[in-house]
T-cell receptor
Framework: GEQVEQRPPHLSVREGDSAVIICTYTDPNSYYFFWYKQEPGAGLQLLMKVFSSTEINEGQGFTVLLNKKDKQLSLNLTAAHPGDSAVYFCAVQAYQGGRALIFGTGTTVSVSP | EAAVTQSPRNKVTVTGGNVTLSCRQTNSHNYMYWYRQDTGHGLRLIHYSYGAGNLQIGDVPDGYKATRTTQEDFFLLLELASPSQTSLYFC?????????????FGPGTRLTVL
């Protein structure tokens, strides 16, 4: 079945710096991709969803890039601020299997002033 | 926005204990899921259901039963709890259709098995 590798497990950055998290998946039948943010003691907050190959989506302070050719999904935090400190998960969804999500192992991001 | 609630939010039990985790969604979604979250593993799918009375096995089902009594309610049962089941449990719901079939997550239940 699908496997999702997420790197790095930890990121420490200074406020204003950028940070990149990369997920690599294995199943070419995976069609839909998500990034979630989990703040301490909280549930999962959807940051971005992406579908098309080589799609770039921009949100509030971050950019998501999907490269289906290389089976890679990335999240780029631009100009990080302390409010970005959280655990970030990528998730991959196939059209089969009840549309369940396969998650990466998570990246803990710490942003210091 | 979809509302998914879980109870209890925290639970402590002993090895061999009987635990039921509850999840309710009020957005008329067909699909509901139970995941567990552990450091180094992310979230892993335990069971899911696409309607009342239906149950599908996920990726880490051992030691867990589940039951979907209504469209709204999905329960996770640990009949002989073990310390390895100490984890953070999330429930999610989705309409299962559309391009993204986005899942909406509950706040989580932290279970400790002593």
């Amino acid at each position: 079945g699908e496997q999702v590798e997420q790197r790095p497990p930890h990121l420490s950055v200074r406020e204003g710096d950028s940070a990149v998290i990369i997920c690599t998946y294995t199943d070419p039948n995976s069609y839909y991709f998500f990034w979630y943010k989990q703040e301490p003691g909280a549930g999962l907050q959807l940051l971005m969803k992406v579908f098309s190959s080589t799609e770039i989506n921009e949100g509030q302070g971050f950019t998501v890039l999907l490269n289906k050719k290389d089976k890679q999904l990335s999240l780029n935090l631009t100009a990080a601020h302390p409010g970005d400190s959280a655990v970030y998960f990528c998730a991959v969804q196939a059209y089969q299997g009840g549309r369940a999500l396969i998650f990466g192992t998570g990246t803990t991001v710490s942003v210091s002033p | 926005e979809a509302a998914v609630t879980q109870s209890p939010r925290n639970k402590v039990t002993v090895t061999g204990g009987n635990v039921t985790l509850s999840c309710r969604q009020t957005n008329s979604h067909n699909y509901m899921y139970w995941y567990r979250q552990d450091t180094g593993h992310g979230l892993r799918l335990i069971h899911y259901s696409y309607g009342a009375g239906n149950l599908q096995i996920g990726d880490v089902p051992d030691g867990y039963k589940a039951t979907r009594t209504t469209q709204e309610d999905f329960f996770l049962l640990l009949e002989l709890a073990s310390p390895s089941q100490t984890s953070l449990y999330f429930c999610a719901s989705s309409d299962g259709t559309g391009v993204y079939a986005e899942q909406f997550f509950g706040p989580g239940t932290r279970l400790t098995v002593l």
